[in-house]
């Protein structure tokens, strides 16, 4: 609460200080007091309470970026382009035309700044990716991260925002200048031994679809997976495979409890195991990327090893609260990471829900208990993060079920296998036997996970799900596990309680009077035109068959208006919305001889016109350009319009026109 609170109220930094070492030191004192006397006032419960939201506030301060003086937002910087010393310190998945890293500065305009900024480097086959922990020299302008241009678009802005990034830098090969690329930190150490480790299984013969997958599963990484096949196991079930988690930390101590076993054997070998488990667990999780999902299992499995140490009875609610203090005492803005969310409501769903699924049915057949086991832990997981997966995903995998009883058993040896040709691979030992053999299993299980996404049907998508439909799901899921634990009837009705409230947000949804609305989309170099009428969309377009097929903004816009019915047809030259009339300029440019004067004009396909004349003749209360034009004209469109003094809509710059 107190991360939440600091993150959306922004309050002062030495007030939140201030505030956190004083209620520590009234909790402390109160403690001291009342530690030998039998209280039943909720005066301590309420400090402490206090205390750990002021802690919570406090820490998100410490630790955001910008409060700090020789933060680049901080500095004074009156030029457009400045010299700027960066270091390497993530690598990005490439998009089209840039290679794509994460730096931290390091000095900008001759003075020494912090901060994390985005870098973009046009691609240059000929020319290597950069190492993390290098430092480069370069001079370049700051320029924003833009906002969605399209209604209930991704906001990459403010995903970048949580990660404190505020500005990138477009560069191009020819303007970097290396100083070092020598690797400093851990991170820099593991980026090298990725690197080794792929450069040797490349000499050994995996191929790069083969490599692909193995950097996911046992490294971490998964910015050289083909779309396609992530794709695939997105519309599975099975993403959560390719993302370092609890299931592979808690394979890897399987593996090293065995192999360290003889230490207990040895004086000092009930202190030395655990401890050599604990550094290769962290050391793993530092070349797998400290992502959220794996650094909130190798925090859990080495707290559990730590309490097994100490011959101390371990709860998982205990531990799982523990993880979670210490991982947002360090990295709050965590919490606000869909993977973290999901990688803790995971691991509660299971640990509260799989004892009740399994204890429903009890095989006695050890063929029969396995995949019950592997069903019921799957079903618990999704119960865990299905409210939340809708309402950031807005799909759900019905036949999550059946990919994970065949993938999940066959993993714990994929994992196994993978870490021991990874060994021998390093040893300059792996065969081409192994090779064959472990590209083929990688190979049968893309062909398997394939198979279960081609079933569309099974895959329901675009699924409105908001945020209040999230808080309700899981108040109705905690009672109805309270209800069951204690079979009190106070649980039973607050449960059917919830069950109302939960369906009278469906209630509200359907029933609310929804804004009507006509959009000018922004569609780079086509035109995108959509009239909503209650719960209906009527969409005039000019994107080919291949384009419509994988084309999100209007799906984006029918999940987020919760529409019913979309229908489509082709782009008409004029419409008419509540009185107001705009007319659309095409490639032709024609528009002499109309009878009627219009209030807006829409430019597309970048139409050989006179707009001084236009202006003149029709006197509409706005222009707007689309993101088909070329940006030559947009430019003196825009000049011609700041001169007649009229609004100017440019799509590509301001987002989507919208009327209502």
Request: hydrophobic share 45%; with cysteine.
């Amino acid at each position: 609460m107190g991360i939440v609170t600091a993150h959306y109220f922004k309050p002062n930094f030495d007030v939140t200080h201030y505030l956190s070492i004083g209620l520590l030191v009234i909790t402390t004192f109160y403690w001291l007091v009342l530690r030998k006397k039998i209280n039943r006032t909720p005066f301590f419960s309420i400090i402490v309470y206090a205390a750990m939201m002021a802690a919570g506030m406090n820490t998100y301060q410490i630790h955001n970026e910008k409060l700090r003086p020789q933060h680049y937002t901080n500095i004074n910087l009156e030029k457009t382009s400045y010299p700027i010393t960066f270091k390497i310190t993530t690598r990005l998945k490439s998009d089209t035309y840039n290679d794509k890293y994460m730096a931290s500065l390091l000095s900008v305009n001759q003075k020494t700044a912090s901060g994390q900024v985005l870098i973009n480097i046009r691609r240059d086959s000929t020319v290597q990716t950069l190492p993390v922990d290098a430092i480069l020299f370069t001079s370049a302008e700051f320029q924003s991260i833009q906002n969605p241009l399209n209604p209930y678009q991704f906001d990459y802005s403010n995903y970048l925002e949580l990660k404190q990034v505020y500005h990138q830098l477009y560069l191009k090969v020819s303007e970097l200048h290396s100083i070092s690329d020598h690797a400093t930190s851990i991170y820099g150490f593991a980026d090298r031994l990725r690197a080794t480790i792929n450069d040797q299984l490349i000499r050994a013969g995996f191929k790069n679809e083969i490599l692909s997958i193995i950097n996911a599963l046992l490294l971490g990484q998964r910015q050289s997976i083909d779309k396609s096949t992530y794709n695939n196991y997105v519309n599975s079930g099975t993403i959560h495979i390719l993302a370092v988690s609890g299931l592979h930390v808690g394979i890897l101590l399987l593996i090293l409890n065995v192999i360290f076993k003889p230490l207990l054997y040895f004086k000092h070998g009930y202190i030395l195991r655990p401890l050599i488990i604990v550094i290769l667990l962290w050391a793993f999780a530092v070349i797998a990327g400290l992502s959220p999902s794996v650094t909130r299992a190798v925090t859990m499995f080495s707290i559990i090893s730590i309490a097994m140490h100490l011959k101390r009875p371990t709860n998982i609610y205990n531990t799982l609260a523990i993880s979670a203090f210490f991982i947002l005492l360090f990295k709050p803005r965590f919490l606000f990471e869909v993977g973290f969310q999901m990688s803790y409501l995971a691991v509660l769903g299971i640990v509260s829900f799989q004892p009740i699924l399994y204890n429903i049915w009890k095989p006695k057949y050890w063929i029969l208990d396995k995949p019950w086991q592997i069903f019921t832990v799957t079903l618990a997981a999704q119960i865990g993060v299905a409210p939340i997966s809708l309402f950031y995903f807005h799909q759900f995998p019905g036949l999550f079920f059946i990919s994970n009883l065949v993938v999940i058993p066959f993993l714990g040896l994929i994992l196994g296998f993978g870490l021991l040709i990874i060994v021998l691979a390093l040893m300059n030992l792996c065969h081409p036997t192994i090779v064959s053999a472990y590209s083929f299993t990688i190979t049968s299980l893309n062909e398997f996970i394939a198979w279960v996404a081609q079933f569309e049907s099974f895959l329901l998508r675009d699924i409105p799900f908001t945020l209040t439909q999230v808080i309700c799901s899981y108040i109705l899921v905690f009672c109805m596990l309270r209800a069951h634990k204690t079979k009190a009837f106070k649980w039973i009705a607050i449960s059917l309680i919830s069950i109302i409230g939960f369906q009278s947000t469906f209630v509200y949804n359907k029933f609310k009077r929804p804004n009507d609305a006509f959009i000018i989309f922004n569609k780079s170099r086509f035109t995108i035109i959509g009239q909503k009428h209650h719960d209906r969309l009527r969409v005039y377009h000019n994107l080919d068959s291949a384009k419509q097929a994988t084309d999100h903004i209007i799906r984006n816009y029918k999940v987020g208006e919760m529409i019913h019915t979309v229908t489509v047809d082709s782009l008409e030259h004029f419409y008419q919305f509540n009185n107001t009339t705009i007319l659309i300029i095409d490639s032709l440019g024609t528009y002499k001889g109309l009878r009627f004067k219009p209030d807006f004009v829409l430019l597309r396909d970048s139409p050989k016109i006179n707009l001084n004349r236009l202006i003149d003749s029709m006197s509409p209360k706005g222009i707007i350009a689309d993101a088909s034009n070329f940006k030559s004209y947009v430019e003196r469109w825009k000049t011609t319009c700041r001169y007649k003094k009229i609004p100017f809509h440019y799509t590509n710059e301001k987002g989507a026109f919208i009327l209502r």
